[in-house]
């Protein structure tokens, strides 16, 4: 899937915040496409917390998506603990929202 990436740091945007809430700033290793992050904001009706969920629910589910960090690693993370990760801000999220 080719798609564009795009991130301005004043946060102008909503998709500028979301990647700023979830940590998908770096363009060389990014984990969502715009247009990805536009369909996110899209269902979730630009709620930017219900969007920051999904995000997490699909980082937790996705260890293809994960492997596009730097080198399938974050510090001292393995793959499966970046996945637990994710798994865990995303329950805690929807535990917290109330949905």
């Known amino acids: 899937m080719a798609g564009s990436f795009s991130y301005d740091s004043s946060l102008g945007t909503d998709m500028d915040f979301l990647r700023m809430m ?24 630009n709620n930017i917390e219900k969007a920051r969920g999904e995000c997490f629910t699909i980082l937790a589910n996705d260890p293809d998506r994960l492997m596009l960090t730097k080198d399938g690693t974050a510090g001292a993370f393995t793959l499966l603990s970046l ?17």
């Open 83 to 99: 996945m637990r990760l994710y798994a865990r801000r995303a329950n805690q999220w929807f535990a917290s929202a109330g949905d």
């Open 22 to 45: 979830i940590g998908d700033v770096n363009t060389l290793y990014r984990y969502f496409y715009d247009e990805e992050l536009d369909e996110i904001l899209d269902r979730s009706q």
